[in-house]
């Protein structure tokens, strides 16, 4: 029996709500006509009642959707572009981007971008610059700030102690690297340390893991973003943990923000906390120790010209002044990640200057300084404060004007065009926004 091509339709959409790619589709004027639910996850939105994919056009402007754009100016397909982010919600996100044009039959129509998150994977294979060829110690980790030194000062008592320990700090902040240092200076030094990147583990890993683990008498055992792993899994871990008894193993867990909060919010199991937390080190982010930027920054040129033979020095005035007031989201894990693509493209330069900045990290600064900062302020939430109509709409056009002019690198008469009204018009209103009207 053949089937009638319209009827597939419910399959199509079923397929693309519940694929595990993320799927981003635009139209020619580079308006959102799918988005699914991974995509979301991603990106970290969590808007499920959005019915309107046009407000999602006022939310995404990131290097995804210069991707985009860019597939529709050229008609070329751009595979394998690797990218490392911070979503909304501060999570730390790798993903490969596919992106390519969509012929109807008339010719192009749009173009659609499927996204493969690979973050689970990137943490295995993650080979930082700075870690390579040498163990793991204290003096690894950049701690000029006098908070970073009081938390190396603590994390060595807490290695001869020999203690459960709980490691807390948003994403990037080093958290790993100073297990590792721990694990290094401490008796345990020399026996096996098994680390469990626990947002990737089902229950076979943890049985598997636990068992060889069992085997040793001594060793360290680090249980990475215990928080990050489904409430049942953590209950799991825990019986697990409980059951290999009285040892000489060193236990390490690290958790990306305050204990209380996620243990009330349910990310994280109460029982666990206890487990681990004899000792609990908090590792400021790097916006609140500024003063450990420019030696980590300093560090890794050095080493990089060590490894490399490269020619770069440091950085141009302006890219100092955007490092320095820029707030790091991803911690010093995001300058390295910037650094680490920053140095891949250089040749015989001394200086990193601003065009050597990727499009993507140049549009982030953006965001974050813009006058109408955040997509999210559009978006209402329980216990906001309510803006007048007229303000609401003027602030939500600023930002939208602002936004296309990005995505169009300037071109009045091209974003006029996609927005649908005249240059002149456009012109008037972008004058308004540029003098604060
Ligand atoms: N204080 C530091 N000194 C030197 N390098 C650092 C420091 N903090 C972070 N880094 C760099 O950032 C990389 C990532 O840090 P790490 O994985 O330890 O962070 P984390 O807090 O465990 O993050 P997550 O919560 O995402 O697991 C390290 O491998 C290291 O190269």
Known sequence: MAIEKDSLWPFYEFAVEHAALGIHAVDMNGRTVIYNEKMK???????DDLADRSVLDMFRFGQEESTLMKVIKSGEPVRNVKQTYWNRNGQEITTVNDTYPVIGPEGMIGAVELARDVTTLEKFVYQPLRTYDETISFTSITAESEAMKSVIATAKKAADADLPVLLTGETGTGKDLLAGAMHNDSANAGSPYYTLFCPGLDSADIHRTMKAISKEETCTVFCDRIDLMPIKLQEELLRELESLG???????ASIGGDAFDLIANGSLLKGLYYFFSSITIYIPPLRKRMADLWPFIDDYLERHRRRFGSAVRGLSPEVRETFDSYTWPGNLKEVELLLEEITSLLTTETEINQDLLPHHFKLKVQEEFSPAKRPQDFVMSEGQEFLPLDTYLREAEDYYLTKVMNVFEGNVTKA??????????????LKKIRNGQ
């Open 41 to 47: 996850q991603i990106e970290g939105l969590d808007l």
């Open 246 to 252: 009285d040892d000489s193993r060193q236990y390490i």
């Open 416 to 429: 006029a065009q996609a927005l649908g009204m005249s240059r002149q018009n456009l012109q008037y209103h």
